[in-house]
Nanobody
């Protein structure tokens, strides 16, 4: 079973920056998208998508992070990277690396397989 491990989290003051990376225990083939989710403090168990990059390099961002966060692909490891700038206290939470791959193609669609990391804590506080 492929394991994903996030790193780069920590404590930062408001306005600061962090860079999150994601390492995979082995290569993942047929990747459809790479994503970062977060579970914000006080929001229960709900995970929200923060940023996404697909196989065509199309990027999507949550409205609250647009202009501050940038998702990219590490070409060496083929895993996602999240550059977070101008961090706010509302960004505090556990950040998860997620990769969606194709488990099986069926006609014009496919059955997905999802890989998740264990999460890394990001705390924005003065």
């Amino acid at each position: 079973q492929v394991q994903l491990v996030e790193s780069g989290g920590g404590l930062v003051q408001p306005g600061g920056s962090l860079r999150l990376t994601c390492a995979a225990s082995e290569d993942i083939s047929n990747i459809k998208s790479m994503n970062w989710f977060r579970q914000r403090t006080g929001q229960g168990n709900q995970r929200e998508m923060v940023a996404s990059i697909d196989s065509d390099d199309n990027r999507k961002y949550r409205d609250s992070v647009k202009g501050r966060f940038t998702i990219s692909r590490d070409p060496a490891s083929n895993t996602p990277v999240l550059q977070m700038n101008r961090l706010k206290s509302m960004d505090t939470g556990v950040y998860y690396c997620n990769i969606e791959a194709i488990r099986e193609r069926i006609g014009g669609t496919y059955i997905p397989k999802y890989y998740w990391g264990q999460g890394t804590q990001v705390t924005v506080s003065s």
